[in-house]
């Protein structure tokens, strides 16, 4: 897809981490942007600093994606691009002994749902709802609409101890990128993936040195975290180049999780 001026696009979780770095790729670009987040002190700030618009949306309620949705359109025009980096979930073992209450104790289905909804429904919402105003628009070269690009994990296929929720939820994303490529073929929308390893987001900073010298030692190469604007820089080639479609991507230095 070519980009110009005249191109909009929407990043959820924009405010920080792998979303925050692919506000400002495409930003860069020439590319105007609509943030998506909670964080309305930090989308506020990013929005006023890229000459784009920020909308508090939450995206396990359809009402607030919606709304988010007319804000943005009405002040940047319909979207050609869906960035989706959001999400909301929870850790545990499926069945594992709590100290606490003396006996073992089960991941309850409760947690597992708000998990499944905070990033496999979720990402469905967004995308679709996107999707769906990506279809009024003029086809560029090829027929294109419109590209949307989803974030999993290479926990998608190599989850860890106390990610059942986690792991599951990620690889229900890469299953939706084919039937919904399909699905949308016809309309000139992509849709594509990107799996990320570890990376130099503001959470995974949060944990201690030696952790985080664990972990870079743990990539096969280059044994560091992986940067943001290292992901933000395929969310680019996906959008540019036409000929990705229905496709799950790792971007992980070659690591495989272990068990824990």
Not at 28 to 35: E, F, L
Request: aromatic letters at 6%; proline letters at 4%.
């Amino acid at each position: 897809m070519r980009i110009d001026t005249n191109t909009a696009a929407v990043v959820t979780g924009g405010a920080s981490g792998l979303g925050k770095a692919s506000v400002f790729a495409l930003a860069a670009a020439g590319v105007k942007v609509a943030i998506f987040d909670l964080n309305a002190e930090a989308g506020e700030a990013i929005a006023k600093e890229v000459g784009g618009v920020f909308c508090k949306v939450d995206i396990t309620d359809e009402d607030s994606v919606v709304a988010g949705f007319a804000k943005a359109r009405a002040a940047i025009g319909q979207e050609r691009i869906l960035v989706h980096c959001a999400q909301t979930s929870r850790g545990g073992k499926t069945v594992g002994w709590d100290k606490s209450a003396g006996g073992f104790k089960r991941f309850s289905t409760d947690d597992y749902a708000y998990s499944i909804l905070g990033i496999l429904v979720a990402s469905y919402r967004v995308a679709s709802l996107s999707a769906l105003g990506m279809a009024t628009l003029e086809p560029l070269e090829d027929g294109e609409r419109g590209v949307i690009t989803l974030t999993a994990s290479a926990a998608a296929q190599d989850a860890q101890i106390g990610q059942v929720a986690y792991g599951s939820g990620k690889a229900g994303v890469n299953g939706l990128v084919l039937p919904m490529a399909r699905d949308l073929m016809d309309l000139g929308v992509r849709v594509n993936s990107i799996m990320p390893g570890i990376f130099a987001t503001p959470l995974m900073l949060a944990a201690p040195q030696p952790v985080l010298d664990s972990l870079s030692a743990s990539v096969p190469f280059p044994k560091r975290l992986g940067k943001p604007e290292e992901f933000s820089s395929l969310v680019m080639e996906l959008v540019r180049n036409s000929y990705f479609n229905g496709q799950a991507l790792r971007l992980d230095g070659a690591i495989r999780m272990a068990p824990r």
